[in-house]
């Protein structure tokens, strides 16, 4: 986050943690998909491009897969920039609480 130390580096300004961007998955799946009865059992990442600061993120989340037995969904889960760039590539599995 220092500037004049960030210049120094391969990215040439400041840019935002990594995780930061990725945390963004759990607001997703914590208010949409499946929405309050949804519980994080895993989430794999790949960073793929830095997020400056500045920069404006739209997460995604899409279902591919379901397992009735075990009550859980697999998501693809992304991150793209503004420039339509993705930034995050990763797949969450979610348990899906009963009633």
């Given amino acids: 986050l220092d500037p004049e ?3 120094s580096t391969m990215f040439g300004g400041p840019i935002a ?3 930061h961007s990725a945390a963004f998955f759990t607001t997703l799946i914590a208010n949409r998909l ?3 009865k949804g519980v994080y059992v895993s989430q794999a990442i ?3 491009r830095p997020v400056h600061i500045g920069d404006t993120i ?3 989340a899409e279902v591919t897969a379901k397992n009735d037995a ?3 969904i697999t998501l693809k889960t992304t991150a ?4 339509g760039e993705m930034v995050v590539d990763g797949e969450a599995i979610i348990a899906v609480m009963r009633k």
């Fill in 80 to 83: 793209f920039n503004q420039n």
């Fill in 58 to 60: 739209e997460s995604r």
């Fill in 5 to 7: 130390y960030a210049k």
């Fill in 34 to 36: 499946p929405g309050i």
């Fill in 17 to 19: 943690h990594g995780m």
């Fill in 70 to 72: 075990k009550k859980r």
């Fill in 46 to 48: 790949k960073f793929l």
